[in-house]
């Protein structure tokens, strides 16, 4: 029998601590078979059909805990190999460089890497055995957090919202067979023009911790965090919907800084544990003050895209747009979490 994981602290629907991430993937295997591989020694996700001659291959990865991302947006149009290291904690370079080589079809890889210290080494580990296999890798960063400049994981910003934007706008290009040096080139273009922020509610509980990350009033926010129950900037007396919203939106658009008659994404994100209702009452309030700024709301997104675990709180991302981004976030996508077109 499984054990029974109810402490008085922790209640989860798991079986054990220890098996959370292989037992998740096999569940995932049994629901997506049709357009996922599941490789267990090391763990990684791959599309069924990787890997695709001729294109560009799209490999992330991160601590679990996050979901969907990014195993979820492993599929046409987005990933075509995700990495799933323990509950916030980084995968390996092995798991890197075997996802690598299981999705090259021989026009290079680009890693999506947000910048947590433990993320870019293993990477850049992956990244030098690959070349010495003379596989030609880019490397992209997302540090979009405006909350921060340096935290418990990251020296400088950290890589949050941003990330599920880029994973979507550069999958689409390497689905229509960018080159490598396009990719790489259009990835910096977003990492320097998208900003993000967030908030929590409550902390979140890891599994094999057995306690809450962290301890917050019941009168008080976090504002800034992190996704893995990071400190943010400071703590405040709970608000309204509202007041956080501001909190949120006039940091991220005064830090770039957004400007009038600039087009953007709106992406309001769920950390985990936030009714979609009170997601579009938060996107309510940042359109509003988008609009107030001349910012001309042109494609969004509403929901839990990348998560931390059960934490309540949601996080804002603004990234500014053009024609040719429009066109790449509105090519079809087809992955367990994201599909359109």
């Not at 629901?31 to 799209?58: S, T």
């Not at 990348?306 to 603004?318: F, H, P, V």
Request: a negative charge.
């Amino acid at each position: 029998m499984p054990e029974l994981v109810h402490t008085g602290v922790m209640k989860k629907l798991i079986n054990s601590p220890q098996e959370v991430v292989r037992e998740a993937l096999e569940g995932m295997e049994a629901a997506h078979g049709d357009r996922l591989r599941i490789n267990y020694e090391p763990p990684f996700i791959a599309r069924k059909d990787a890997p695709v001659k001729g294109k560009v291959a799209l490999v992330s990865g991160g601590g679990s805990g996050h979901e969907p991302m990014h195993g979820g947006y492993v599929g046409k149009g987005m990933l075509d190999a995700a990495c799933p290291g323990q509950v916030f904690t980084s995968p390996t370079p092995d798991q890197m460089f075997e996802a690598s080589k299981a999705s090259t079809g021989g026009a290079g890889v680009v890693h999506i890497v947000k910048n947590y210290t433990g993320d870019i080494m293993n990477f850049e580990l992956a990244a030098e055995m690959l070349e010495g296999d003379g596989i030609k890798v880019e490397t992209v960063l997302t540090d979009d957090d405006v909350a921060v400049e340096n935290s418990l994981y990251t020296a400088g910003r950290r890589g949050v919202g941003l990330t599920v934007l880029m994973e979507k706008l550069l999958g689409a290009a390497a689905e229509q067979h960018a080159s490598l040096a396009d990719i790489k080139k259009l990835g910096d273009v977003i990492r320097g023009t998208g900003r993000s922020m967030g908030m929590a509610l409550t902390p979140c509980t890891v599994p094999h911790a057995g306690k809450p990350s962290f301890e917050l009033p019941d009168d008080e926010i976090e504002l800034g965090i992190g996704i893995h129950g990071e400190p943010g900037r400071r703590r405040v007396k709970f608000a309204s919907a509202d007041a956080i919203t501001e909190m949120l939106m006039e940091p991220i658009i005064s830090d770039l800084p957004f400007k009038k008659g600039d087009d953007v994404v709106l992406f309001v994100n769920g950390m985990g544990g936030t009714p979609l209702i009170e997601l579009y009452i938060i996107y309510r309030k940042a359109a509003q003050i988008a609009k107030q700024h001349g910012l001309k709301i042109v494609r969004n997104l509403v929901g839990p895209y990348i998560t931390s675990l059960e934490m309540a709180g949601t996080s804002i991302t603004l990234l500014k747009m053009n024609d040719q981004l429009c066109k790449l976030w509105d090519a079809p996508v087809d992955t367990p979490a994201l599909r359109w077109g």
